[in-house]
């Protein structure tokens, strides 16, 4: 059993319901795609990389020596936070989840606004069919705070069958 949350914590039940994605999907025999996070971490790695660079070239090179590496690197630098910054806005999209099974593929995307505890989830596949729904975050967890991840396998087992029946 999960360790119990703050039920009045829109932060908590967003966080332990994301967190709860990948066992869900497990469980329905979709294995988890890593392609948006290695993605998301070369871009961030490629930009640590430049800002290391460009520390050491100060330490090592005098100023007239390091301005043209200096200026191509805060160019480099630039141009890779404006990728980082396009990638998360919209190619990443709030993708909570991205996984396939032997020929289906299936992206989830959730929300959960402040003050508001309905869950909003965004379920797409390969054939670009979409099914968006609300699952009161009440209605997964106890009162002491506890997930109930069968009530919320089956939530989710009931939303995909209605997404592959959209997609016929």
Known sequence: MSKPINVYSTPDLRQALDEALPGVFKRLNYEQSFKLIDTKLIIGYSIAIVA????????KLRFEEALLYQKMLVGSYAILSAVFWY???????????????????????????????NYQVTLGNEANSVV????PANTVFNEQGYLQTDI?????????????KKAK
């Not at 968006?132 to 699952?135: G, N, P, S, V």
């Open 152 to 164: 919320l396998f089956k939530w989710f087992e009931e939303k995909l069958d209605s997404l592959y």
């Open 52 to 59: 290391a660079i460009s520390f050491l070239l100060d330490k």
């Open 132 to 135: 968006k729904a609300t699952l």
């Open 87 to 117: 990638f998360n806005k919209y190619v990443e999209k709030g993708i909570k989840f991205t996984g396939h099974s032997k020929e289906k593929t299936i992206t989830v995307t959730t929300k959960m606004n402040k003050y508001d505890y």
